[in-house]
């Protein structure tokens, strides 16, 4: 089956970390550019980071600059993202969507919707809370 697989959220409390996984299944991510997306309810899904396929160029958004690392290793064709410093606003179901021939990281981490996108994840739960 086609299709890219989250894996890592849960429950943690503040300031804790997490490592959200984003595994390709039947093709490779070689020449996909990958972008996380988060959307908490009542709120906007928001672009967190975009990493690209060729020279490895990154973009995070600004809530989670400093906080968030974006990651991928081809050999094992998964993307990561780890997560510390964990706040409650950064509860939400979070995914992972890939594209190839993408536009710069910046721009294609706020084109949020799903069909910028050639895959989209079924998300994975983070929650953040005490």
């Known amino acids: 089956q086609v299709q890219l697989v989250e894996s890592g959220g849960g429950l943690v409390q503040p300031g804790g970390s997490l490592r959200l996984s984003c595994a390709a299944s039947g093709f490779t991510l070689d020449y996909y550019a990958i972008g996380w997306f988060r959307q908490a309810p009542g709120r906007e899904r928001e672009g967190v980071s975009c990493i690209s396929s060729s020279d490895g160029s990154t973009y995070y958004a600004h809530s989670v600059k400093g906080r968030f690392t974006i990651s991928r290793d081809n050999a094992k064709n998964t993307v990561f993202l780890q997560m510390n410093s964990l706040k409650p606003e950064d509860t939400g179901v979070y995914y992972c969507?890939?594209?190839?021939?993408?536009?710069?990281?910046?721009?294609?981490?706020?084109?949020?919707?799903?069909?910028?996108?050639?895959?989209w994840g079924q998300g994975t739960q983070v929650t953040v809370s005490s």
């Open positions: 969507a890939g594209r190839v021939w993408p536009p710069p990281m910046q721009e294609m981490c706020i084109r949020t919707g799903r069909e910028n996108y050639d895959y």
